[in-house]
């Protein structure tokens, strides 16, 4: 544990430098300050005015960067609790000793009907703005990833996690991972809709496969651990590098780009745009919108874990007819996209 806080330097600048490279920036730093006095992520966004998406960023940056865990969650009652990793307790004691006078809070809390944490969908985007807008419903979008927005959910951070996650063993979607996670018995399942997915291309080049990326030395923009493109694509590599007999890390050692990751579609698509990458994996959606290639791989299950909490609230019902209302009007406007044989289905896990 000393040596990881023997590879930490804050600097006067408030900044947090991990190996000479900097990781955290100021905000950063005041969320590593809180952490030990708030009881969730949720509340340290409020706290400090750092958008909870952000938030998540932060933390997994650092994460990444010191390769081991900061945050865990603390399971009991209903849900659980944000709670710090030996290693993560040792890194906040250490910034409050550099930072001897520490930060006044600036408190900024606000209320918040629903809070939906998971999956970058932008079907979803408009249904939630609409909603806001014309509904006078008071949404939170977090657009923090599917896995990260399970945590959320298990943490009590948010009330709905949108998300899209296949298992690699069953090439189920979903559903393993909500009982993987615990959250089985405390949450139920809304049938959403399928997101056509495949590779998202340049033009002037074209790709199949795999393979096409490797052979032709393509660099890909990859999209952040915890997200369902992420675990279809890692997905991809395993069935690749078995297939020709080799170690994953050999495969992912010649994927160039495999480390350059970023949190949301548009951010995937930009970068191949703005010539910074060639490919991505993607959606249908995102190629048609920006002008780009695209070669259809499979279709995903894109669903939604509700709480029990939200589910017994007043609220629900109304919330709940006017987002399936609002998905079945607007789907046929996103190419890629068709409802699910389940869809408005809900289904306890």
């Excluded at 190996?19 to 950063?28: P, W």
């Excluded at 979008?141 to 949108?162: E, T």
């Excluded at 809304?190 to 997101?195: A, K, N, S, V």
Aim: hydrophobic letters at 40%; proline letters at 2%; charged letters at 25%.
């Amino acid at each position: 544990m000393k040596d990881i806080l023997k590879r930490i330097v804050v600097r006067s600048e408030l900044a947090l430098y991990v190996d000479g490279k900097k990781i955290l920036d100021e905000r950063g730093i005041r969320l590593l300050s809180i952490l030990d006095s708030v009881g969730s992520l949720l509340e340290a966004s409020k706290t400090l005015d750092i958008p909870y998406s952000r938030v998540w960023e932060y933390i997994a940056k650092l994460e990444r960067a010191l390769k081991t865990d900061v945050i865990s969650v603390r399971r009991g009652g209903r849900g659980g609790s944000l709670a710090l990793t030996p290693e993560g307790l040792e890194i906040v004691k250490y910034v409050k000793n550099v930072i001897r006078e520490g930060f006044a809070a600036l408190p900024k809390f606000y209320d918040i009907d629903i809070h939906i944490a998971g999956s970058d969908d932008m079907l979803l985007g408009s249904v939630v703005g609409i909603m806001r807008r014309d509904h006078g419903f008071n949404l939170l979008y977090s657009r923090i990833g599917s896995l990260r927005g399970l945590f959320s959910l298990l943490l009590g951070d948010s009330h709905i996690a949108p998300i899209h996650l296949i298992d690699p063993d069953s090439d189920v979607y979903n559903v393993p991972y909500i009982k993987r996670l615990g959250l089985d018995g405390m949450s139920y399942i809304l049938f959403g809709y399928y997101r056509e997915v495949g590779f998202v291309y340049r033009k002037n080049i074209s790709i199949n496969s795999i393979k096409d990326i490797i052979e032709n030395n393509y660099r890909i923009v990859n999209r952040c651990k915890g997200s369902g493109i992420r675990l279809l694509f890692d997905k991809m590599l395993r069935e690749y590098a078995s297939s020709r007999g080799e170690s994953l890390s050999n495969i992912i050692n010649m994927v160039k780009g495999y480390g350059d990751e970023v949190e949301t579609h548009g951010e995937a698509v930009s970068r191949i745009v703005e010539g910074y990458a060639d490919v991505a994996l993607g959606l249908r959606a995102d190629a048609s919108t920006t002008g780009l290639e695209f070669k259809p791989l499979r279709w995903e299950s894109f669903d939604f874990v509700v709480s029990k909490q939200l589910l017994e609230s007043d609220i629900w019902s109304r919330f709940n007819r006017l987002l399936l209302n609002l998905i079945q009007d607007l789907i046929t406007s996103f190419e890629g996209y068709k409802l699910s044989e389940k869809f408005g289905e809900l289904m306890e896990i």
